[in-house]
């Protein structure tokens, strides 16, 4: 069974999606494009031997689209999901699911209401190879009980419109997803602590910042988020156990030895980073959507990550440690959704 896909949004990772979902994906054909730039859509479609259609609602009621792929600006987000939930289609929504948490409520409810999960959240550090041997460990009892958790995630650079808020909204919103799928805890406590700004920064943009979080386990984490670093993309993890640590490997890449120096390159971008998780991650959401049992991160996942990221900002700038108050989780979710 092939799964006919329509692409809300044709920018650069809509673009880089679409492109991945016909070229790499076995059993992915996308057969419908839109994007607020029209011509952008049809260039697109043109590339992918699809159509393109005049907006988002349409690519969703489309007969022939079985699944969407929601890659538009952010604050649209989640009108599409809860419009593809209304029509019964499956949906993946790259981050954020909503730009709030009470929006994000809004989907939980309506995919309850449509008693089985239909919404993925594009995490896809969870299929990257490094920090899937990770949770291996962790959840084999490697190391023990895990009790701290270091995590950088820089950046070579950021542009002008890049504020103070978005190294929780934007940046260590990845961190927050993974720290919950590597602990399966839950963050409960967070506080932003600000070190002497880098001077490669604009003027209104507190960076580096260091967020430190505690799970309702006792684990704590601190996250440093450096997004002027000027050397290139760095992604590293640490989970210190009992009885052991295990600790992120770094890209692989030629080790040259030359005149007295041992040198390696370091990727400058997360596209590059993160090539062949996209691909895995959309490799099994094809494969799960033909199955009918979703398996990656869930509505409530991004439910969860929003507020986490509301509470941080908070944090930013009143300076205080806050605890995070989240809703229950319904028993849908602890179950999968299931019926």
């Not at 962790?138 to 009790?147: F, Q, S, T």
């Not at 720290?179 to 602590?193: F, M």
């Not at 002497?196 to 430190?212: A, G, K, M, Y």
């Amino acid at each position: 069974m092939t799964v006919h896909i329509g692409i809300i949004g044709a920018g650069m990772i809509g673009t880089d999606h679409g492109r991945r979902l016909t070229d790499a994906v076995a059993g992915a054909s996308v057969v419908a494009v839109t994007d607020v730039d029209a011509e952008r859509a049809a260039s697109l479609a043109t590339n992918l031997d699809a159509r393109a259609l005049p907006n988002g609602h349409d690519v969703i009621n489309d007969p022939r689209v079985d699944a969407v792929v929601v890659t538009s600006w952010g604050p649209t987000h989640a009108d599409y999901v809860l419009a593809a939930i209304e029509a019964g289609k499956y949906v993946f929504c790259e981050k954020p699911l909503a730009t709030t948490a009470e929006d994000c409520l809004r989907i939980t409810d309506a995919e309850q209401a449509a008693g089985r999960r239909l919404v993925q959240v594009g995490y896809m550090r969870r299929y990257d190879a490094g920090y899937r041997a990770m949770k291996r460990a962790i959840d084999a009892g490697d190391i023990g009980r895990p009790l701290i958790m270091h995590c950088a995630h820089r950046n070579p650079a950021v542009p002008e419109s890049y504020r103070s808020e978005m190294a929780a909204h934007d940046t260590a919103v990845h961190e927050i997803d993974t720290i919950r799928w590597l602990l399966d805890d839950e963050i409960v406590g967070t506080q932003v602590r600000t070190p002497r700004p880098t001077s490669n920064r604009f003027e209104h943009l507190h960076d580096p910042q260091i967020i430190l979080f505690e799970t309702a386990g006792g684990v704590h984490i601190d996250v440093e988020v450096f997004v002027n670093c000027q050397y290139g993309y760095d992604i590293q993890c640490e989970t210190v156990g009992e009885r052991g640590a295990v600790r992120l490997p770094d890209p692989a890449g030629a080790i040259v030895r030359r005149e007295g120096l041992l040198r390696t390159d370091v990727l400058q971008g997360w596209k590059e980073r993160f090539a062949d998780a996209f691909h895995a991650e959309f490799a099994e959401w094809v494969h799960s959507v033909r199955d009918g049992q979703l398996t990656g991160a869930s509505a409530w996942d991004g439910y969860a990550a929003a507020v986490i990221c509301e509470t941080t900002v908070e944090s930013l700038h009143t300076g205080r440690r806050l605890g995070v108050q989240l809703k229950d989780m319904p028993d849908f979710y602890q179950h999968g959704g299931m019926p």
